[in-house]
């Protein structure tokens, strides 16, 4: 049987225990200590042995050079609950979740996790509760301010299956060793269809509403003259892009 398939399989298997497990349970008793165990399974299914710490290191403070890298984005954390290494070189992070956190939405987690990579200068890495599993391109410099979907591919436990190649593609451990996480994303940037582009489009149109409103607020004379509040929302919004930062 291939690996692959083996794997497939496993996590099934693993989907339909814990869909046993939480549908009687009270969500507010389960501890995140109890969602690592379940995310220790997953990533059991994935090749990777949580008590190998040749594998996997758990809150494991960052080294130095990291530290430093997380000061200048006023990043307060510094230990991640899964580094997944290959001996002693990082290859991504994993953060472990409360069930009570809606890790789609929230922009915190999204910005540690972000931050721990983007230090280490790893391509992505991941946060679950193992309801929801979401991997972060972390490529770019965070900013907390970020939606938390920014850069980010999301999936909720019943899209597992539907989605496992990619997953599999991502969290397999030969995968990561062999530097598959690096090829995709290089491949993502030369054809340029990673997620940050979709993603960039909307925070530029985001941007964009935001300056017309504040123009709107501050000169009257652009309520009556849509033409003239375009012109202005476009010429300042070139004015920025010209900038060096």
């Keep these: 049987m291939s690996t692959i398939v083996e794997a497939r399989q496993r996590l099934q298997l693993l989907i339909n225990e814990y869909e046993s497990f939480i549908k009687p349970a009270n969500r507010d008793d389960i501890s995140e200590e109890t969602i690592r165990g379940w995310i220790n399974k997953m990533l059991e299914v994935f090749g990777w042995n949580v008590l190998d710490t040749n594998q996997v290191l758990q809150e494991k403070i960052l080294g130095e050079s990291e ?114 996480l690096e090829r995709i994303y290089e491949k993502a940037a030369i054809e340029g269809k990673h997620t940050l582009d979709a993603n960039f489009n909307v925070l530029l149109t985001e941007f964009r509403l935001k300056l017309a409103n504040s123009l709107l607020q501050n000169n009257a004379a652009f309520t009556s003259n849509e033409q003239l509040l375009n012109y202005y929302v476009q010429e300042t919004d070139k004015g920025i892009g010209k900038q060096k930062f």
């Design 67 to 180: 530290r430093i890298k997380l000061k200048e984005i006023a990043s307060h954390h510094s230990r991640p609950d899964y580094s997944l290494v290959s001996g002693r070189i990082i290859k991504a992070f994993l953060d472990a979740k409360d069930l009570d956190v809606n890790i789609f939405s929230d922009r915190s987690a999204a910005f540690q996790v972000r931050s721990y990579a983007w230090s280490a200068g790893v391509p992505c890495s991941f946060a679950s509760n193992f309801e929801q599993l979401v991997i972060y391109d972390c490529r770019f410099k965070p900013d907390p301010t970020q939606p938390a979907d920014y850069g980010a591919i999301q999936f909720h436990f019943l899209e597992y299956i539907e989605n496992f190649e990619e997953i599999f593609d991502h969290l397999y451990r030969d995968n990561v060793r062999a530097n598959k």
